[in-house]
């Protein structure tokens, strides 16, 4: 997604970076239809093909929601549902999130022939394992969460470090029993590259105040001698409400990396000091 992130991801580094999670222990996928449009799901499927198909052991997600012409019905999402399953080259898969559905109103997602409904006949047909729902107002996920129709939910940029607005959700998502999946615990950059290279939370300049909260948090982790990239990932692993923690890599080497960083021994005085730090819990998604 060059648009996102300023660079491109070659094909053949897309593979193979798939192709070195699934022979690690981070051989968990997280994708979506709408990710380039479809090209990293079927990027994943050429990864995918090259080893025969998904390993034992290996869990395999996507997400189905509106197309990039701005329609998000039941016809579309089932369209889109079958055109995924071709990119992954895969006969079902085991969980599929209701992708943004801040896009649509409420009523329309529960409307016969909606996109709800779609996704459940979909499952009724033995296609889809378990149904998620993954989007970014707080609020909005929680009403999904307690409509009891959804086995998992997904929240990005909204528990981490500098933002803490999910946690009614998590708690709430939990106590129900639903696998909780928390996205971009790195602020999708500014807390894996540092604030002083890149000042961007959730896609977007950050705030003043998160940049020197980012800095605040850098300035301790290096007292300690501590990644701030790994405090930042294990301020979501510790969590014990959260089911798995989603994070995006471009190269084989990341993968180490990441294993390294959720490994990384962090002193407990570093961690008291990162919580005593006061933050501002604005949704910095706006």
Known sequence: MPDTFDYEVTEQNAIATVLAALESPLNYLDTAAAYADGESER??????????????????????????????????VKRRFHRSLENLGVDRVDLVFLHDPESIAWDAAWATGGPVEALQALKDEGLIGHLGVAGGPVEMEIRFV???????????????????????????????GLAVLNAAPYGSGILAKGPAQYPRYAYQTAESGAVDQAFRYQDICDRHGVPLAAAALQFSLRDSRIT??????????????????????????????IMAEPFDNNDLNR
Not at 157 to 164: K, S, V
Not at 244 to 269: L, Y
């Open 146 to 176: 307690e409509s009891g129709v959804f086995d998992a939910v997904i929240t990005h940029n909204r528990y981490t470090l500098l933002n803490r607005a999910a946690d009614p959700l998590l708690t709430l998502a939990a106590e129900k």
């Open 43 to 76: 990027r994943i499927g050429l990864a995918l093909r090259q080893i025969g198909g998904l390993p034992r052991g290996a869990f395999l997600q996507t997400k189905e929601g509106q197309s990039p012409d701005g329609v998000y019905s039941g016809e579309m």
């Open 244 to 273: 798995n923690t989603i994070v995006g890599m471009t190269r084989p080497e990341r993968i180490q990396q990441t294993i390294d960083f959720a490994n990384w021994d962090i002193p407990e005085v570093c961690w008291e000091e």
